[in-house]
């Protein structure tokens, strides 16, 4: 457990080069078009509030987890992103925080591997959790975006 924290600080204190990161990758995708609806600075800002937290974060109740998602995906649909982006935008940030971690981290022990996989165990659920939330926030904005056709088949 010890290596996890690590780690997890390893991240925290590196929350706003990480942010800056995700920005320019989020600006750069060809997979992201709609998320110039998105201000930067705010898209920064709550990813830079994750990763800062990262290990608050991990130990987060579901239901912490599921108020603040639910809020995103309200408000990307208010924003027009679709869905699909939306989802995009939330691997991409998982695997911004691993691409750091397997730079930055050097592990060359049997415990400190055990480490990496409870932290990226942890992670997984995280994110597994951020996208459904995500999701289902975006599905029940009141404003549904123009670019989401729902029909009565789903």
Same mark, same amino acid.
């Given at each position: 457990m010890l290596l996890a924290y690590r780690l997890l600080r390893l991240v925290e204190t590196h929350a706003n080069a990480l942010a800056e990161a995700l920005l320019k990758k989020t600006q750069a995708s060809p997979l992201l078009p709609d998320y110039n609806n998105v201000p930067a600075e705010e898209l920064k800002q709550r990813v830079q509030e994750i990763y800062r937290h990262l290990a608050v974060w991990l130990r987060k109740s579901n239901s912490d987890i599921e108020k603040r998602y639910l809020e995103i995906g309200a408000q990307r649909a208010q924003q027009g992103v679709p869905l699909s982006q939306l989802v995009w935008a939330i691997v991409l940030t998982k695997n911004n925080l691993w691409?750091? &971690? !397997? !730079?930055? =981290?050097? &592990?060359?022990?049997? =415990?400190?591997i055990c480490g990496e996989l409870e932290v990226e165990e942890l992670l997984g659920q995280f994110f597994d959790r951020a996208i459904y939330y995500a999701a289902m926030g975006y599905e029940q904005s009141p404003a549904p975006n123009p670019k989401c056709k729902v029909t009565a088949a789903g």
């Open positions: 691409e750091f &971690l !397997k !730079k930055e =981290a050097v &592990l060359d022990r049997p =415990a400190e």
